[in-house]
């Protein structure tokens, strides 16, 4: 196995310097995002990398575990824990999975590598959330509007994941 490579906690994202992480992660495996030469990581996909051993986290001089890095990011949201559980669920199927904020779900997941558009937008939901049907509505809309399928992601209390695919029907 690699040599972990070595990245600094920077407000609610990791960086590390160097072609070594960019290489290592983002041109290989499509992790972060690449910003004037540095890789930058979301908290979570700092949270899967680490655990796998792959980076260490520093807060300037100081070393993070796992849990102490998961805890960062559970003050910062608060489904941290069953977003991560996705996450890491569909990395281990082989899918590349990137943010989706700006569609209004929490992840885009390619089939492979990122050559062709994402096809899926993954919702994370717990399973006793309440939701609006209109709430629904509007992500199967945004998804179909930008020729996505829209997958619910259901959390249970056992920590296990259900995928729904929710698709408009014409009658």
């Known amino acids: 196995m690699k040599e972990p490579v070595t990245f600094q906690l920077s407000g609610d994202r990791v960086f590390s310097e160097g072609e070594k992480a960019i290489n290592r992660f983002y041109n290989k495996r499509y992790f972060g995002e690449v910003?004037?030469?540095?890789?930058?990581?979301?908290?979570?996909?700092?949270?899967?990398?680490?655990?796998?051993?792959?980076?260490r986290v520093f807060r300037g001089k100081k070393e993070l575990s796992f849990e102490e890095l998961v805890e960062l990011g559970r003050k910062r949201d608060d489904q941290f824990d069953?977003?991560?559980?996705?996450?890491?669920d569909l990395r281990d199927r082989g899918y590349t999975v990137k943010s989706a904020l700006k569609f209004g779900s929490h992840f885009r997941v390619y089939?492979?590598?990122?050559?062709?558009?994402?096809?899926?937008?993954?919702?994370?939901?717990?399973?006793?959330?309440?939701?609006?049907?209109?709430?629904?509505?509007?992500?199967?809309?945004v998804a179909h509007g930008v020729r996505k399928n829209m997958v619910m992601a259901v959390v249970d209390e056992d920590n296990d994941v259900v995928y729904y695919q929710v698709n408009w029907v014409k009658f």
């Open 35 to 55: 910003i004037n030469g540095r890789l930058f990581l979301s908290l979570i996909e700092a949270a899967y990398l680490l655990k796998k051993g792959r980076i």
């Open 82 to 88: 069953i977003k991560l559980l996705v996450y890491t």
């Open 111 to 141: 089939r492979r590598g990122m050559e062709e558009h994402s096809q899926w937008l993954v919702w994370v939901v717990p399973e006793n959330a309440r939701i609006s049907p209109n709430d629904i509505t509007a992500r199967v809309r």
